[in-house]
């Protein structure tokens, strides 16, 4: 069995990463990384393939593919029947997931191909880490009962669960990219040397799209 190491990337990351300028941190953090940082093909054509062919877009995807050229992310060399077995495995998750919560009216679907193809790849690379900034993914993972309630708040009505999906999404480790930048902070990679420069750099991240609190921001800063 492979005992490689693997860090997967959702879109999101890779987005926030490239919207704040920090690119060159996860150049950095993979000469550190003791394995591969991988992304499923939907991931490539979320982040690369098609924002290339958009102006607004093109040059976040320019900046991105030079990371795919150089290796430090690269998509997994899968063979024909893992690609089966990954397509067959995104679709089994889709349906878990979008099963998981109900209202009277309807299924609530939670994930989308993209997410569900990360999550695929991961169940097939043992040991591996999501590196993923969307809320809802992430507390399917780690807390799904209060992502039910958190829904049950937002929608303002009712939120049954099947709690035996509940178990399934335990398998998976997640990673947000406010925990990237704390990393790299401790292992001494940025250039900027102002002492707000953490701060800084996990706000830009946040109002990027990382789902992070104020108050979890304030916990890193304070074990800093």
């Known amino acids: 069995m492979n005992n490689e190491k693997y860090l997967i990337f959702d879109s999101g990351p890779l987005i926030n990463f490239s919207m704040n300028n920090l690119l060159h941190l996860l150049r950095r953090l993979k000469k550190e990384f003791p ?15 098609y924002p290339e062919t958009t102006k ?5 995807a320019l900046q991105l593919e030079t990371l795919f050229k150089d290796k430090i992310i690269e998509t997994p060399q899968l063979s ?12 089994e998750i889709m349906n878990i997931a979008n099963t998981t919560f109900k209202t009277k009216r309807k299924m ?12 695929a790849l991961a169940s097939m690379k043992k040991n591996s880490v999501i590196a993923i900034d969307e809320r809802t993914t992430r507390m399917l993972c780690e807390n799904p009962e209060n ?24 398998q998976f480790k997640v990673i947000r990219s406010t925990e990237l930048i704390y990393i790299a902070y401790k292992k001494g990679l940025f250039d900027l040397k102002d002492p707000r420069a953490l ?8 109002y990027k799209g990382c789902s992070v609190s104020e108050e979890e921001i304030r916990e890193i800063l304070r074990i800093k």
């Open 147 to 170: 992502l039910r309630k958190l829904l049950q708040k937002k929608l303002h009505t009712n939120v049954k669960a099947n709690s035996k999906n509940y178990e399934f999404f335990k």
């Open 56 to 60: 607004k877009f093109q040059l976040g």
């Open 108 to 119: 609530l679907n939670l994930i989308h191909h993209g997410e569900a193809e990360v999550l």
């Open 80 to 91: 024909k029947a893992e690609l089966k077995e990954l397509n067959k495995k995104t679709n």
């Open 199 to 206: 701060e800084a750099m996990l706000y830009g991240i946040k």
């Open 35 to 49: 394995g591969k940082f991988i992304i499923p093909s939907k991931v490539k054509e979320e982040t690369m393939d």
